[in-house]
């Protein structure tokens, strides 16, 4: 089957890390930039980062630089993202999103609507607590 699957999110107290992991699997993610999203209740979606897959350069949200860190290992397929010192204003649901035609670089991929994603992880909730 070929899809993204997240997992890492749970429940931390401010200034805690959590580490989300989205695999691959049926396709190589390592072609493919990979973006990272989340969105809180009554709130719009947020572009929170992205890994690029040419250099694999990286772009954050100014929210969360100095905080987040992106990455991917190649051996198992994945991308990662690393969250440190963790904010109540970080509680959401994250997804990662990738598009086989669309996403080689991460350029303007914050800007596109939802169905111009070939994938979306099935989403995994980060809870911070005060």
């Known amino acids: 089957q070929v899809q993204l699957v997240e997992s890492g999110g749970g429940l931390v107290h401010s200034g805690g890390s959590l580490k989300l992991s989205c695999a691959a699997s049926?396709?190589?993610?390592?072609?493919?930039?990979v973006g990272w999203f989340r969105q809180a209740p009554g709130k719009e979606r947020e572009g929170v980062s992205c890994?690029?897959?040419?250099?694999?350069?990286?772009y954050y949200d100014d929210s969360v630089k100095g905080r987040f860190t992106v990455s991917r290992d190649k051996t198992t397929n994945t991308v990662y993202l690393q969250m440190n010192n963790l904010k109540p204003e970080d509680t959401a649901v994250y997804y990662c999103v990738t598009d086989r035609i669309l996403m080689l670089t991460c350029g303007g991929w914050n800007l596109r609507g939802a169905s111009e994603f070939e994938f979306w992880g099935q989403g995994t909730q980060v809870t911070v607590s005060s």
């Open positions: 890994i690029s897959a040419t250099d694999e350069s990286t």
């Open positions: 049926g396709f190589t993610l390592n072609y493919f930039a």
